[in-house]
């Protein structure tokens, strides 16, 4: 994350502040739970946006030997409770709704509406402070919450105007379980990501038979086995395999090495460790059935 995404986040948590502060004011004064979901919404949008601060400023630090690979899964991290923290926001949005679903009570439709006006406006300047336009998890699950503050606020304002013309009071639980949704939409979606790469499952986009595959046609490659493929951080792959090659000399074998990492490199992986051997390999091994250029299963 550069220091312009980090300006961008400054200003999104300013203008977030003063929204929650008007929403929570105005949420308890015209008694709409619309309104206070909304604010508890805002609430986690702050958390998100002061964690991926944080996480950003930690993510800048260059590998080092307790980091190796350098500090990108600290913005997963954060992206993974900013996630959770929507899940959780929502649960309590549903069960507070239940109740005044049961018992709706009397808003103050003007109130609400000239809050979640102001909401409204705040969170599209937010959402354009932000762009989105994101490489970066942690900056997307920053701008999910933003987007989902702002679909939400869009909701307040239909409830204050059905209200206000009809006396509906039933409406605005029924807005706040749509803000739930919304907002728990988004957590599970940030959650699934982060604990996808957290668990080191094949990126989204990469197949590792395809690419044993592609790879396998390279010619002077015999077999390929040990195959694992990663994420380091969000939109950053790793590839690592043990390559067979017939017996021959160290600068031969290199070019293979390198005709395999171009051909990694198109495939739109950065990161890749190759390890040539001439032994046979493991029968428990990924792929070292893939016999290069016969198509047929390598003898152990």
């Not at 395809?210 to 002077?220: C, F, M, N, R, V």
Request: aromatic share 6%.
């Amino acid at each position: 994350m550069n220091n312009n995404s980090q300006r961008r986040l400054v200003l999104s948590l300013i203008v977030l502040s003063v929204i929650f502060i008007a929403e929570v004011i105005g949420g308890i004064i015209s008694n709409s739970l619309a309104l206070l979901s909304d604010a508890g919404h805002v609430l986690t949008d702050a958390f998100a946006l002061i964690l991926s601060l944080v996480a950003a400023t930690i993510m800048k630090k260059l590998p080092d030997y307790r980091a190796t690979y350098g500090y990108h899964r600290i913005g997963i991290l954060a992206a993974l409770i900013n996630g959770v923290s929507l899940v959780v926001i929502a649960l309590f949005i549903f069960i507070e709704g239940y109740k005044r679903m049961k018992s709706p009570p009397e808003i103050d439709s003007d109130i609400m509406l000239a809050i979640a006006i102001a909401g409204l406006i705040g969170n599209l300047i937010m959402a354009w402070i932000l762009g989105h336009k994101h490489e970066d998890l942690n900056m997307k699950s920053a701008w999910l919450h933003v987007i989902g503050d702002t679909i939400s606020s869009a909701g307040v304002i239909a409830a204050g105007l059905i209200i206000k013309f009809t006396g509906w009071l039933i409406v605005d639980p029924i807005v706040s379980g749509f803000v739930g949704i919304i907002i728990i939409t988004g957590g599970v979606r940030v959650i699934k990501e982060s604990l996808w790469i957290f668990l080191e499952l094949s990126p989204a986009g990469f197949n590792a038979d395809e690419i044993t595959e592609s790879l396998s046609k390279i010619s002077g490659v015999l077999n390929i086995h040990d195959v694992h493929i990663w994420s380091i951080g969000h939109g950053t792959p790793a590839f690592s395999a043990h390559i067979q090659i017939p017996d021959q000399k160290i600068s031969e074998a290199d070019s293979i090495r390198k005709e395999i990492e171009h051909e990694l490199e198109h495939l739109g992986i950065l990161h890749s460790v190759i390890q040539i051997e001439c032994a046979g390999c493991d029968e428990k091994g990924l792929y070292c059935n893939i016999n290069a250029g016969s198509g047929t299963e390598h003898k152990h």
